[in-house]
Structure formats: structure tokens, C-alpha cells
């Protein structure tokens, strides 16, 4: 290391100098046997900073706007295909086309109530739906 080493505790020394010594993998098998051992996460409280720092109490607000997404077009193929071109009014071949390309949003930024109902409507068909 280039860098100048900072003074460490004598309490620490010679753990640190046994640590030096370890390969990479024994390292990182050290920290998750700590880890197990103690019941901690060295990943738990980076995230919990995170998500506190970025969530706030945005947390508990409902989301409004949602995305339907078919994700498999499932074995009903044709039924699928008329419940999308019912849903987007679109014509035949595009209706196909979205089916074909699953996995594909199929609208985009609508309220709750009509993305449930997309969804079931997609399912009695025969397909699969993420919302999103």
C-alpha cells in the first residue's frame, strides 16, 4: 500500500496482523461466520440508511399511477390477443404483435381501478399481468 497506515489500537494489533495474513476468501468466510454467529448483516444497516434517507414518509403513501405489463401470453394465445385489442382498441395485427413480444407494458399511467380490471380481464383470457 502507498498510502500511510493509521496508528491501530494495541488491543486490535495482533488480530489486524492475523487478518493481513488471510486470503480473500478467508476473509470473506471470516465475516460471514461473524455474521451467523453475532445474528447481524454487515448489508442490513447500509440499506436501512438508504431507504430512510430516500423513502421518507413517502413510505406509506398508496401509488396511483400504474403500468400493465403482460408478461406471458399463456396458452389461450387468441383469447389473450382479443382481450388486448378490447383493452387498447387497437387493431388486430398490433394486438398480436403485443402478445407476441410479451413481456410488454400495455398502458401505461392509469389509475387503479382500470389497471385491476385490465388485469383480470387478461387472466380470464389466459394470460399473466405484472402491475406496475
Known sequence: ???EKKPIPAKFKDFIEMVEKMSVLDLAELIKTLEDYFGVSTQAPVMA??????EGPKEEEEKSSFNVELTEAGGNKIAVIKAVREITQFGLK???DIVDAAPRVIKEGIGKEEAEEMKKKIEEAGGKVTLK
Open 1 to 3: 500500500m502507498s498510502e
Open 49 to 54: 440508511v438508504a431507504t430512510g434517507a430516500t
Open 94 to 96: 398490433e394486438s398480436k
